[in-house]
Every structure is written in C-alpha cells, then in structure tokens.
C-alpha cells in the first residue's frame, strides 16, 4: 500500500525566511512524487513534479529514496506563497499524472509580515 | 478555456436520496478522474475514466457509487441513497495520456 504523510497541519513563517515542508512516502515500488498547490478559492494544481527537476515560483523538491522524502523549499517566502499545499505519490510511468495519485493530508503555509 | 467545470459547487441531500455530481473535462481531454476528500484527509482516488470506458475503479465504494463518462457531455458520478458518511468535497481532474492533470473546483455534498 502506499502512504504520503505530510507532518505539518500549519506551517507559519515570516516573508523571507526559508520554507520547508516536509513530506514522507511508503511505496514498494518505484514512485513519482509530486507537489500540488491550492491558493485561496482557487482550483488545485500542479507546482512541480521530481522527474521534471524544475523549479517554480522558487521552490524546489528533492526526492531522497534513502529517508523516503520529498520534501518542498524555498529559501525565501513571499506573502504569495500562503497557501494549502498537498504532496502525492503515483506508481512511476502509471498513464496520466493524475492516475490513482495518493495525497497527504496537506500542510498550510501562512506567510507573515 | 474554462478548464475543468464541476457542478453544483455544493450540493445538500437527506439521508437516502440520491447525488449526482456533474464534471467537464478540459476541452480536448479524453481522461477523467474522480477524488473524495473527507473532513481532515487527503484526496483520495475513486476512478478513472475515459470516453464510454471505466479504466480503473479501484478506489471506488463497492455500493451506491457509480460514475460514468458518455460520448458526448459530462462526466457524471451518482451516489445513491446517501449517508451522512458521503459528506465531503469531490473533486473531479482531465487529462489527456502522460499529461499534467487538471482539476475542477470540486462539488461539497453535505448530507442532512
């Protein structure tokens, strides 16, 4: 069975300082991992995935197959970035990228002044 | 493009009566996935669909859930004879084959 635990409920740090949140995965096989991000009365969406290697808006993700974690930074936090944010996990090469996902139960980043 | 377009935007049933949850895919996306998330959970994978074809229910309830994606319209996901265990948000995303998936703004069933 696979298993996406994401620690933090709320995460709240101030505009510039450095973000991580974190997430945590069980699978037996080989995963994707993907970050999703949900604004404030928006639709979810995709902010990145690990086999792209991008970064977007200045957050990046490093899947670590040792500690089993995929864990979301940004080495300083804009207001903008307040928002829910769901980390997921799909089988790898499974069709479509949103082919039987698992979510963690998302982490809330609240940036203040 | 509108993307995808869930409706209603929430939906209130008794106990017992049926639910049916509305979903338009992207234009041009031939792929439909259905998600419940209940109060203090994650998304949770129901089904996948293509057009006329159920591809992969394995997340669905063995009773009172169906869905289905016609020809022509929208995808639709029915819930028959509802409970209060139904209430949550469902969210319903298209793609197209190895594309980014997109998703609605999802409906918020409450059942009375």
């Known amino acids: 069975a696979q298993r996406v635990t994401q620690p933090e409920k709320l995460l709240s740090v101030f505009k510039g300082a450095p973000v991580e949140l974190k997430c945590n995965y069980s699978?037996?096989?080989?995963?994707?991992l993907f970050w999703y991000v949900q604004y404030s009365r928006q639709r979810l969406q995709l902010l990145l995935r690990h086999i792209s290697r991008e970064s977007i808006k200045g957050f990046t993700a490093d899947l670590n197959k040792g500690e089993t974690s995929f864990h979301l930074k940004k080495p300083f936090a804009q207001e903008e970035d307040s928002a829910m944010y769901y980390c997921a996990l799909s089988p790898f090469g499974n069709t479509g990228t949103a082919s039987k996902l698992t979510f963690g139960t998302g982490t809330r980043l609240q940036v203040t002044l | 493009n509108a993307g995808v377009m869930q409706n209603p935007r929430h939906l209130v049933r008794r106990r017992g009566q049926e639910a049916r949850l509305r979903c338009s895919p992207m234009?041009?996306?031939?792929?439909v996935y259905w998600y419940r998330q209940l109060p203090e959970e994650g998304l949770k994978f129901m089904v996948y669909l293509q057009k006329e074809n159920i591809i992969d229910e394995s997340g669905m309830p063995k009773e009172r859930f169906s869905a289905e994606f016609p020809k022509e319209g929208p995808s639709i996901l029915r819930i028959q004879q509802v409970v209060r265990g139904d209430s949550a948000a469902y969210f319903c995303a298209s793609s197209n084959a190895n594309t980014e998936a997109f998703f609605g703004q999802g409906t918020r069933l409450t059942v009375v």
């Open positions: 699978y037996s096989g080989s995963p994707e």
């Open positions: 234009k041009g996306h031939s792929h």
